[in-house]
């Protein structure tokens, strides 16, 4: 009997890195084969054991991703070099996480998770439409061809989808799988300390960390995250504030470090379509303290803080009066930090997000006129 084997497409920049390997990793337990593809800068070397380490294959393809200026022409050449890899490999299904892997008129099923996007980003962080140039209007079409040639379309959050169809008049059905993770294993309880932490891109204005340098705190808080553009270099001037450190890049390593020492997490995001720090400092014990945006409250509801997202003027206010409260109530926070564990297991686990995947992939081969052997494939996973 034949095994069903995916091709995911995959890049270094953000979380797509980390839900691709993740979700290759609960495949491969299902009985899965998984090859991954990664477009953009190179694999570090840490992202290289990783693989090593879960025995996945893994092609790269050095061109600009899609969001990137001037992409126009590397897209086409990734295009098609993906086309011929998965002619060559014999892959049963791709799933892009990259709308270029998705727009043309492929000959296998596609499946397509939406991450993000460029225009919902300008929405919510700039408040306004991106500039009306080539670049743009290219990247509109890019992402209409997408979502109307894939075979499935996958959001994380309903929020996601509701921007599809804000932003792109987005009308056909949206299939919504929460990302996840998979608690670290055989670690001791963490030794929490009176320190918060905070994580992501510091030069993407959408995740508003360096804001949090321009203020006292009642508590220390330790910034991890690539501080520079992958595109230009340039890199925020970051303030000086005391009680706020910048980590730079940290490997997976001392982020989980870092989140097993802070008793609390902050999510400054204005635009954040899932946040898989936020699910990874819950599942490290942190009370989540989160910018109050619609996917925040959509996936932790009551479990944690939420204040106004910078730079609304009452941002700076709140979240003082939220990290006092909690640091003088180490109890409370506690009981918070359970709360959000709790729920990051139940609901937000990588075992849970691969079966749900598998049955979309049963769906989407069901659908693409399967050969014999794809027919074969269809049903065994379901089963």
């Known amino acids: 009997m034949q095994t069903l084997h995916i091709l995911l497409t995959t890049d270094t920049w953000g979380g797509i890195w980390t839900f691709t390997l993740e979700l290759s990793q609960q495949l491969r337990k299902q009985g899965c084969r998984v090859t991954l593809v990664s477009l953009g800068p190179k694999p570090s070397t840490e992202n290289l054991r990783e693989l090593e380490h879960a025995d996945i294959p893994l092609y790269t393809l050095p061109w600009r991703l899609e969001w990137m200026q001037a992409a126009e022409r590397d897209?086409?050449?990734?295009?098609?070099h993906l086309a011929w890899?998965?002619?060559?490999?014999?892959?049963?299904?791709?799933?892009?996480?990259?709308?270029?892997?998705?727009?043309?008129?492929?000959?296998?099923?596609?499946?397509?998770?939406?991450?993000?996007?460029?225009?919902?980003?300008?929405?919510?962080?700039?408040?306004?439409?991106?500039p009306p140039d080539k670049f743009h209007a290219w990247y509109r079409g890019l992402v209409l061809r997408a979502l109307a040639n894939a075979g499935q379309v996958v959001a994380p959050t309903r929020a996601v989808d509701r921007d599809l169809r804000q932003s792109y008049s987005c009308s056909r059905p949206v299939v919504i799988i929460s990302n996840g993770r998979a608690a670290?294993?055989?670690?001791?309880?963490?030794?929490?300390q009176n320190l918060a932490a905070a994580m992501?891109?510091?030069?993407?204005?959408?995740?508003?960390?360096?804001?949090?340098g321009q203020w006292k705190w009642p508590i220390p808080i330790e910034v991890a995250g690539s501080l520079r553009h992958p595109e230009n270099g340039a890199a925020p001037t970051l303030p000086q504030s005391p009680e706020v450190r910048f980590l730079g890049e940290l490997n997976s390593a001392g982020r989980l470090d870092l989140l097993e020492r802070a008793r609390l997490f902050i999510g400054c995001a204005r635009y954040e379509p899932f946040g898989l720090s936020a699910l990874e400092a819950a599942l490290a014990g942190c009370a989540l303290v989160l910018a109050d945006i619609e996917s925040q409250r959509e996936i932790w509801g009551?479990?944690?803080?939420?204040?106004?997202?910078?730079?609304?003027?009452?941002?700076?206010?709140?979240?003082?009066?939220?990290?006092?409260?909690?640091?003088?109530?180490?109890a409370q926070c506690d009981r918070a930090a359970t709360a959000a564990r709790r729920l990051a297991i139940e609901r937000y686990h990588s075992s849970r997000m691969a079966k749900k995947y598998l049955h979309l992939y049963c769906q989407a081969l069901a659908h693409g006129a399967p050969t014999p052997a794809r027919a074969e494939i269809a049903e065994t996973p379901c089963a």
């Open 184 to 192: 670290a294993e055989n670690r001791p309880a963490p030794v929490k």
């Open 200 to 212: 992501g891109r510091v030069w993407d204005d959408a995740k508003q960390l360096a804001w949090l």
């Open 75 to 80: 897209t086409a050449e990734a295009q098609r």
């Open 302 to 330: 009551d479990t944690a803080y939420y204040f106004p997202p910078p730079p609304h003027p009452d941002a700076r206010p709140a979240l003082e009066h939220i990290l006092a409260s909690l640091a003088a109530a180490p």
């Open 85 to 130: 890899l998965a002619a060559e490999l014999r892959v049963d299904l791709v799933h892009a996480n990259h709308f270029a892997f998705a727009c043309g008129e492929n000959s296998y099923p596609t499946v397509l998770t939406v991450h993000s996007d460029v225009v919902s980003w300008w929405r919510h962080v700039r408040q306004m439409a991106p």
